[in-house]
């Protein structure tokens, strides 16, 4: 099983649909979780991390379920500048750097 | 602050040619990384290091080199570049903090490599 695994997409939402991620990950002794965005040819950048207890963040909303090993992302009234691919990022334990998921790619059409 | 830097953005090698990847990062982090990311593809760890003096190797290290003299920079070396290491280059960052268990990520804006 892969450490990080994630639907490759595309999704293909209109604009103003409700799309939601899912992840899972294959180390139960894993502490931290994020999702990060990536724009065409451009580099990651943190959109936001996942806490045990969910958290939201203006349309986004990320969720962790640690029993059955998996985080989740929604994103609510997409806009075309939501069109990106979001990478699901876990921690190892100890000091070693973080494992990235291969991303899964989001198009909103207008 | 700058963040993470990159140079240089763009960069045609022929077969066989040697090179270096600057990364500079002005936030005292302790770690710092190296990744390749391939047309369509994840991102792929080369290398990595947790503070200078110390690096350790990724998943793709094979035809790399690095160093870390000190804590801002990280220089990625390719010897007798081959078409197969024709991809865009990241480099990155992150805190140590262990109290926290938080290991946000900060990444340059990469170097995209041809080799002909």
């Known amino acids: 099983r892969k450490e990080v695994e994630q639907d490759p997409g595309p999704f293909n939402v209109p604009e103003g649909a409700t799309v939601a991620f899912n992840c899972t990950y294959s180390?139960?002794?894993?502490?931290?979780f994020f999702w990060y965005r990536q724009d065409c040819r451009k580099e990651p950048k943190l959109l936001m991390s996942?806490?045990?207890s969910g958290n939201e963040d203006g349309r986004f909303t990320a969720q962790l379920n640690r029993a059955s090993q998996y985080i989740s992302l929604l994103i609510r009234d997409s806009k075309l500048s939501d069109s990106a691919t979001y990478l699901c990022?876990?921690?190892?334990?100890?000091?070693?750097?973080?494992?990235f998921g291969k991303g899964t790619r989001l198009s909103v059409i207008a | 602050n700058a963040g993470v830097t990159q140079t240089p953005k763009f960069r045609i090698l022929k077969i066989g040619q040697s090179m270096t990847l600057q990364c500079t990062q002005d936030?005292?982090?302790?770690?710092m990384y190296w990744y390749r990311q391939d047309p369509g593809m994840g991102l792929k760890l080369i290398y990595y290091?947790?503070?200078?003096?110390?690096?350790d190797k990724g998943e793709v290290p094979n035809g790399y080199n690095v160093s870390r003299s000190t804590t801002e920079d990280f220089p990625l070396r390719l010897e007798l570049a081959a078409p197969s290491q024709t991809s865009v280059y990241f480099c990155?960052?992150?805190?140590?903090?262990?109290?926290?268990?938080?290991?946000?990520?900060?990444f340059g804006p990469g170097t995209r490599l041809t080799v002909t």
């Open positions: 936030m005292n982090h302790n770690y």
């Open positions: 990155a960052s992150s805190p140590l903090s262990i109290s926290s268990n938080s290991y946000e990520q900060y």
């Open positions: 290091s947790v503070g200078a003096g110390i690096t």
């Open positions: 990022v876990v921690n190892r334990p100890g000091n070693t750097p973080l494992v």
């Open positions: 180390n139960s002794a894993s502490q931290s």
């Open positions: 996942v806490y045990s």
